[in-house]
């Protein structure tokens, strides 16, 4: 097992070095030379993105969409350069780490003085619309984890220095403040109360708070997290947000709240919510996971088979091992599952 991982981690990071960390992803269909013809269309315009992502055949070259630079990608390369170099002591992997993180800096949103990502194309969705590098606080936050993650293996505080600037940026955003806690937004021009992102900004604030101490940022972060923790489901489960229609519960958003959660605690050495993280993450284990390691998407159904889905749960499942005897071993059958059913030959 420790071999097939090796080398399913040297290939696809050979891969995405020989195509300049661009590629294709799963909602890049409005770059296609059809949107003109779509007149600005919501309803056409997320036709097109679904029938992009979920066909069986790869259509975006007939459709003119180009591979692209992904800021979220390039940050997840980044972590995963850093982890490496933790793990083999190579220090062409510190080169590389530091060279995405400069690339992240160069290529921040423009239209913000503070450090923060978008997509590198326009969005539609069933609640709103996102232009291209409009940022949102889950990449932002998910980029923010690698900078800090850079701060405590390379030591240079120029990197909790960005990650506190992005900390900047999340406190400053809009929030929908409740009697039972306050969801950050996952838009900055609007509030948009998401789990998700709520968990993800406040993991952010507690992991940065606690090199920082700042009272403020751990405060936001306790609100943030006892907002979706006190609109947990009976069962564990979280629905993706509170508006009536986006009550749906999936894979790979659940373990985003569990290992957002779980950074929270460690961070902040606050046991408050202990107990929703041992029901949402019993939760997670039972439902979302077939017994060969075959990730399902939706807690009901199994399809679509994704990436995303296999990826978060072999991160959230292997981040749960210092807690549950049971979770390393599944995902690694998440693993073994996703190499060989998933991984292309060429990485």
Not at 268 to 273: A, I, V, W
Request: hydrophobic share 35%; net charge neutral; with cysteine.
């Amino acid at each position: 097992m420790k071999e097939m991982l090796e080398g399913s981690i040297r290939k696809v990071e050979k891969w995405v070095e020989d195509h300049d960390y661009k590629g294709y992803e799963p909602f890049d269909a409005l770059t296609s030379y059809l949107r003109p013809i779509i007149h600005g269309n919501w309803t056409l315009e997320r036709l097109l993105l679904q029938i992009v992502r979920q066909s069986p055949l790869n259509l975006r070259p007939l459709l003119g969409i180009k591979p692209l630079q992904s800021n979220p990608g390039r940050g997840y390369m980044a972590w995963g350069y850093l982890r490496m170099l933790g793990i083999t002591g190579d220090q062409r992997y510190k080169t590389k780490a530091v060279k995405s993180l400069e690339w992240l800096i160069e290529n921040k949103s423009p239209n913000y003085e503070r450090p923060c990502w978008g997509n590198q194309f326009d969005w539609s969705s069933r609640s709103d619309r996102l232009a291209k590098n409009e940022p949102t606080i889950v990449w932002t936050s998910l980029i923010g984890m690698a900078f800090l993650e850079a701060f405590e293996i390379l030591g240079d505080r120029k990197y909790l220095d960005t990650a506190t600037n992005i900390c900047d940026w999340i406190l400053a955003m809009p929030r929908e403040k409740t009697d039972s806690g306050t969801c950050l937004s996952y838009l900055a021009h609007a509030q948009h109360s998401i789990h998700n992102a709520n968990m993800l900004g406040a993991a952010l604030l507690a992991r940065t708070s606690k090199f920082t101490g700042n009272a403020e940022a751990l405060n936001v972060a306790r609100e943030a997290m006892r907002y979706s923790c006190l609109r947990q489901l009976p069962g564990g489960a979280w629905y993706y947000g509170e508006a009536s229609n986006l009550h749906w519960i999936d894979n790979f958003h659940t373990g985003f709240n569990l290992s957002s959660l779980k950074c929270y605690i460690e961070s902040s050495n606050d046991t408050t919510f202990a107990n929703h993280l041992r029901r949402g993450f019993d939760y997670f284990k039972k439902t979302f996971f077939a017994d060969n390691g075959r990730p399902k998407y939706y807690h009901d159904r199994m399809y679509p088979v994704d990436i995303q889905c296999a990826a978060q749960s072999i991160e959230t499942l292997a981040g749960f091992s210092d807690h549950d005897d049971s979770s390393l071993g599944l995902a690694l059958r998440v693993a073994r599952w996703t190499i060989e059913h998933m991984q292309d030959k060429d990485g």
